[in-house]
């Protein structure tokens, strides 16, 4: 039974929103809010959510240092960032700060039901297009490093890198890739030792400086 906080001041969206959860997790707890600042009210007078669907352009809001600020109060709890923005322009920026996914209100109903999912799944959400330009920009961007850059990864490990930055579990990527359990650790922590990061979150911030 989720506990849900919906930070969306059109009446619309956030009811529909709501309806989504709802159906698919009927005992869930939900809460409303219109505004930022209610939001953390919300929070602040106890009430313990696993889930922050958050409206980008929300009245009082932060930009990229709402996501901090909610997970200051509540540091377990997962962020779907929900906007009619571009995603080209401000996903990486949202996933970086923490967020745990970023979806376009543009979206159809079942992706937007996939990404709620996924992220009280524990994975992170991303559409493919973001999943397309995290990888481009590392392939465009790892030639000409100097020695104190992270190592050039193998293509093997290149197919695991891509897999994490999707949110697939280790037993996911195994099944996927045909490997071993134990095997796909030991890329993944290659991968975080050449890219000298200790979680996924360093990691996501990493490709995209490259």
């Known amino acids: ?5 919906i930070i969306e001041d059109h009446e619309i969206v956030a009811y529909s929103l709501a309806t989504i959860v709802e159906d698919h997790f009927p005992d869930s707890n939900i809460k409303l809010a219109s505004t930022f600042l209610q939001g953390i009210d919300i929070i602040n007078s106890g009430f313990l959510t696993e889930l922050i669907i958050l409206d980008m352009e929300i009245p009082g809001g932060e930009s990229y240092a709402m996501v901090g600020r909610l997970k200051a109060l509540q540091p377990e709890v997962k962020i779907l960032v929900y906007t009619g923005h571009d995603e080209d322009k401000h996903a990486f920026s949202f996933l ?15 992706q937007v039901d996939f990404a709620i999912k996924q992220v009280l799944s524990g994975k992170t959400y991303m559409t493919e ?18 020695s104190t850059e992270p190592a050039t990864l193998s ?56």
């Not at 949110?167 to 045909?178: F, M, V």
């Not at 922590?189 to 996501?204: H, Q």
């Open 1 to 5: 039974m989720p506990a849900v906080l």
């Open 96 to 110: 970086s700060a923490g967020a745990n996914g970023f979806l376009s209100k543009n979206s159809p109903m079942d």
């Open 129 to 146: 297009r973001v999943q397309q330009q995290v990888a481009e920009s590392f392939f465009n961007k790892t030639a000409g490093r100097t």
């Open 155 to 210: 293509p093997r490990e290149m197919e695991v890198l891509d897999l994490l930055l999707e949110g697939k579990w280790i037993k996911e990527i195994a099944l996927e890739l045909n490997l071993k359990l134990t095997t796909v650790s030991t890329y993944k922590t290659r991968i975080f030792e050449k890219m000298k990061v200790s979680n996924i979150i360093d990691l996501y911030k990493k490709v995209r400086l490259y």
